[in-house]
């Protein structure tokens, strides 16, 4: 099926008025992509964190509308829901669902994360050197986030495949706090876990992570919630791929989410914010690592007691 493809330049001040009335209007999908990456690489699509935006300081936003949407219509609907914003900048054109899937797949080869953790596009083939043991993670094209490219993604799935390995894994339960499109529940699932939730504060965000987890066979073991119905448990393991002004917020939230003797991994984080917020968790956790990827940083630590 055909689409009606809007996008336009803005800055990541004005995203949240954007795309607020994109959606208003009756787009079917908005994406963030980051405007100045060199587009010979492989875009990043970060993952929104709970409350967060992109850190990106210029965005390239595209929305999707019925393919018999009349443009026009459009541009004075969402002139009329937000005149104060420019909507010169907004292109349009007709795209086929084929355009959207060729692209994806194109742009997003098999990768590997870890010993045995790999995220492929739907369809496409694993490469013949993954071996027997490898954990596949399939995720749709047209995917708005968490194609697990970005290193806050990256860093967790490699946390995730290395508990695998030690058996920490293992029939055990997982919250993934900020889980987007369900990437990092999904990969729990399928290195071991028995059980995982996933809380977002968006609602397409759960219903992304419902859709993968059935596409990826593990449905029935993924339960998804807004924050604030989320269960007041604990876990033995716990991610939160969200930023860091979120984690400082939310840290006595996640504290209180991990079990005694659990393990947490934070990301999101900016090489050099990292400082801040091992004295943030500090009073909660032990053992607290630092890893990082490119100008990112994952924060690892074990619940102490008390």
């Known amino acids: 099926m055909p689409f009606l493809e809007l996008s336009l330049r803005c800055t990541e001040a004005e995203q949240p008025r954007y795309a607020h009335a994109l959606e208003d209007v009756g787009a079917l999908a908005v994406t963030m992509l ?13 993952e929104p964190g709970v409350g967060e935006t992109p850190l990106w300081h210029s965005i390239v936003l595209t929305a999707l509308f019925e393919a018999d949407t009349d443009a026009l219509a459009v541009l004075a609907a969402l002139e009329s829901f937000d005149a104060g914003l420019d909507w010169t900048r907004a292109g349009f054109r007709s795209v ?14 098999p990768l590997q994360f870890g010993a045995r953790t790999w995220i492929v596009p739907w369809n496409a083939e694993l490469p013949e050197g993954a071996g027997d043991d490898a954990v596949v993670i399939r995720l749709d094209p047209g995917l708005a986030f968490g194609s697990g490219t970005h290193p806050t993604t990256s860093l967790c799935l490699q946390w995730l495949d290395t508990l695998a390995a030690e058996g920490a894994l293992a029939g055990t339960e997982v919250l993934d706090y900020g889980c987007g499109s369900g990437i990092l529940a999904l990969a729990a699932l399928k290195l071991g876990a028995a059980r995982a939730i996933g809380v977002d504060n968006d609602p397409q965000a759960l219903v992304a992570s419902h859709d993968n987890a059935e596409r990826n066979g593990v449905g029935d073991a993924l339960e998804v919630f807004l924050p604030a119905e989320a269960p007041q448990a604990t876990y033995p393991i716990v991610v939160a791929n969200i930023l860091a002004t979120a984690l400082d917020a939310l840290a006595e939230t996640l504290a209180d989410r991990v079990a005694v003797g659990g393990r947490i991994a934070l990301s999101g984080i900016l090489d050099g914010q990292e400082e801040e917020l091992l004295r943030r968790y500090r009073p909660w956790f032990e053992q607290l690592a630092v890893a990082r990827e490119g100008d990112w940083v994952r924060i690892d630590g074990v619940r102490k007691a008390g």
């Open 96 to 109: 086929e669902d084929q355009d959207w899937e060729r692209a994806w797949m194109d742009q997003y080869a």
């Open 34 to 46: 980051d405007a100045d990456a060199d587009t010979s690489d492989e875009q990043q699509i970060l």
